[in-house]
């Protein structure tokens, strides 16, 4: 095979102002390097910290040394299938986090990312277990020399020995919370933690993190506080499950702060960075991306992108007060031109900012919001890549077109989004866009059906919404008004019980 060397002559702006590593081959993916290209017209560029370069390099260089197939990560897989936790010698140097995610691909990537940051911080090796089967296929490797999917049971190098990590929930018994309960693991009066034997002997090898927020309780919230995060520390493996952005959540650990704080001095642009780091489509998808965009948006002066999704149970009914709520969200806000007063420049003309020749990117499930809008703004600058109907799970194919989607739209000048989507926050966080933010009617309230007034609001920030935050004040002792503790964590616009960083 043709060797895939790492290009000589890469530019600042390839490598995204250093945020990746040079060491990767091109050919393999295409993507790391090209994505720069895709996305040099925003106005805003956000640019990353040096503080942030400095702990990625080390980040890398950690998952090389403890990956798979490595004499450390071998030693760890001995530990874990012995089911003693003390730490021994041969396993000290390299701790892990196995990420499970889980729902659609907007909310495994935002999953993925958090899960990422909290491995950085805690300096573990992060492994994502394939839930769906597909992460391998659809994106390309984020560590040099190594690989972040975790081994199957039964690779050679050393298989992951605890079965069925999908099955792990609420009821398992090393979760945290359970593991609190049973008083496996305490923490003290003055909040020093500790495991509850004096020898090890009944010291899991492991700590399961239930965050999933449709039934996680008080005790396994507790991962939000300080003492319980020194507990965490000593255990060797750690496994998480989640499907929402929780980085907002590690910001209001008082112990991870400082550091989140010189990583991320914007604070706001931490999933941006993390997420255009992290997440890079293999060969297949970013072909598709690239030939869409090639095809129809590349020659306009100005992108826009409207994503909607509809939360109903039956996707395939179209909804006419969704409809109206995309009309009057880009008539309000004039980010539509109609055709006839369209002014047709001159191609080469085109580096005019005041260029209006405008290209409509819709994206959605259903193929009638994207007619009717074609209707209205004519058909040759309206288009959609593709209508799945609904929501396939497994499907690698179907996963490629909505990964090739977000990042189409994250592609845009301009983004209106549909509120409570992942789907959306992915896009407007790769692309570094403010979006306008359609408010979204819940699944649980499928009869409502108005048009919410204003039908769209500006986002505060280019951040996904973290969902699913502990209200709990661990020193306090009591819930507290999450958005009012820091400055710049505050109520998403579109989630009333959720907290973005803005
Ligand atoms: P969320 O449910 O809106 O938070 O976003 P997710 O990405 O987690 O789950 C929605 C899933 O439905 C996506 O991953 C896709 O599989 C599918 N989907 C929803 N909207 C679209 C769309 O506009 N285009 C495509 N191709 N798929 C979509």
Redesign the pocket.
Known sequence: PVQDVPPTNLTAEQLLDGLLTAEFGSRSCRSRYEFASYHQNKKKKHTPSPYLLAKLRRHEALQKRCGPGTAPYRAAIRQLKSGNGAITAGTEDCRYLVSISY????????ATASAFVYAVLTERALLVHQYSHDVGALFCEPFPGTTWLLPSSGWLGGGFPLANLRGYGHGSKESLGNMLKADVLSVGPHGNASWSDSDGRRRPPYVYLHLDSSDFDFHDKLFYCDEHQRLLRGAPWLLMRT?SYLVPGLFLLPSFQDELARMFPDKDTAFHHIGRYLFHPANDVWRAVTGYYRDHLAGAGQRVGI???V?RPKQQKPLQHVLDQVLSCVRREKLLHLPETETTISSSSKTSNASVDQAVLV???SSWYYERIRDEYGDSRVHQ????G???WG?AS??G??????YLLSTCDVLVT?G???????AQGLGGIRPWIMPAIPMWEPDRDEVPDPPCVRAMSVEPCFHSPSYYDCAARKDVDVGKVLPYIRVCEDVSWGIKIT
């Open positions: 729902r659609g691909l907007g909310n495994r990537m935002v499907d994503q909607i999704r939360f994206t959605s499930l890549p593709s209508h799945e609904r929501q396939k499907d179907h996963d077109r909505a990964l090739s989607e977000m549909t409570i989507s992942t789907f959306g926050y992915v």
